[in-house]
Each structure stands twice: as C-alpha cells, then as structure tokens.
C-alpha cells in the first residue's frame, strides 16, 4: 500500500523559507512522480509542483517559479518541496500525491494523497 506523508509545515514571515518533505512508502523509489498540491481557505486545490523519475522532469506552477524548488532523495525515499521568499499567497495546507503505480506527474493518475501541512506566511 502506497502511504505518502507530509512534514515541515509552520510559521514563516514573509519572505523567509520553509522545506515541506514527502516520506513515501510502499512502492519502489525508482519509478514515481510526486506532485505537491495546495489549498487556501476558500479557494480550490491547486498543482504547485511534481518530479517524475521517469524522464527527471520537474513541473512547477507560474506563480512559484524561481522560489520554489522541488527534489528528491532517493535513499530517503523523500520528495522535498524548498519554499523561498514565500508570500503570505502562499499560505496553504500542502499535500503530496502520487499514482499508485508509475511516474506520470498528469493531475488525474495522482490518486495517493498525504495528510497534508499548513504553511502559513505571516505580512
């Protein structure tokens, strides 16, 4: 069974930086894709950023781009997401997901989720 669990989430002030990780478990390190999701009060869910070993590609929304880094350890079996210059926009709960089997980063083959972790960015 695939479990992905989410850690690093907290309290920053506006331009300072959290690292979120991804623990996986479950499924071989060396075919996968992560993808990082989050959600702010009252809005949707939306795709931050993903890797997939299949290809080493990484994805990362518009409105990240430049600040935020995604990588992985896979002796760890550890996706990380590192959050630069965050912006009170940025505030969320972040969820990691993955399929079930395979490194596609599309949305919908995304179907194990994480618990989640709030990131708050303080004015």
Known sequence: EVQLVESGGGLVQAGGSLRLS?????????????????????????GVSCISSGDGSTYYVDSVKGRFT???????????????SLKPEDTAVYYCAAPSIGSSCYP??????????????SS
């Open 22 to 46: 991804c623990a996986a478990s479950g499924f071989t390190f060396d075919d996968y894709a992560i993808g990082w999701f989050r959600q702010a009060p009252g809005k949707e869910r939306e």
């Open 70 to 84: 995604i990588s992985s350890d896979n002796a760890k079996n550890t996706v990380y997401l590192q959050m630069n």
């Open 108 to 121: 919908g083959d995304l179907e194990v989720w994480g618990q989640g972790t709030l990131v708050t960015v």
